[in-house]
């Protein structure tokens, strides 16, 4: 018998493809930009329109699997991870970059059996660059493949965050002070290429060293985790125990080393959960 889960993901390596092809084909057009629960937490018809082809697609060949989508969520589905497999889709990675025509805007999708990351396909489209990786068996760019840098030392690390507007303004400030913290350790300096998924995938090839976040989603971190792993670095939760999918908040690192600096040095705030709170 074939490997089903590595035909899953041959299937779904097509299906990200033709995604980030209608991404860069709307970039050449007008886009039309909607608010969802604040005013810098956006969504395009795009977004909705990607997520539609892709979940289609596999549901015409996996009629039994099961879907976390970013903008099904947003529009009432329940966003619960069971053992069944699960395909967990973020359409377009980076909405406010691809509104802004910033071109770090990405196709990220994870899949899980058992509650467990098989693989992670994450597709970096205006870069064209296909990440992918299967559990075991490595971690690839464009077929060709990556690990992360092995830093030991975060004071020789380029670390990676996000930051933007919060309605709490405790949270943000904490957000600020965390930024600061991570500064004066200090490190090599901080990046926010606007993408969580991109981020993750540039600790995987070695393009800096660490990134950490509160507040994302399961669809942000599902594909590029298995990336990271799978090119040798660690993922953990930002108090630095085990990574939990459906918690909202990662650190991601080249060595475990710098995962747990970073959680020893990082204040947390409350983000609830996805399976649990919703959005």
Known sequence: MGD?????MDHC??????????ICDALQQDITVMEKSSPVD?????????EQLIISSIKEKYPT?????????????????TDNPTWIIDPIDGTTNFVHRFPFVSVSIGFTVNKEIEFGIVYSCVEDKMYTARKGKGAFCNGVPIKVSGQEDVRQSLVLTEM????DPEQFKTMLANVKTILTIPVHGIRSPGSAAVNMCLVACGSADAYYHMGIHCWDMAGGAAIVREAGGVVL?????????MSRRLIAASTRAIAERIAKEVTEFHVGRDDTDGV
């Open 65 to 81: 699997h099961s879907f976390i989508g970013e903008e099904s969520v947003a529009a009432g589905a329940p966003s619960v991870l």
């Open 164 to 167: 933007g507007f919060k309605k």
């Open 4 to 8: 089903p889960w590595q035909e899953c």
């Open 237 to 245: 939760d930002i108090s630095g125990g085990p990574f939990d999918l």
């Open 13 to 22: 390596v097509e299906i990200t493809r033709k995604a980030g092809k209608m």
């Open 42 to 50: 956006l969504v395009t018809e795009t977004d909705q329109k990607v």
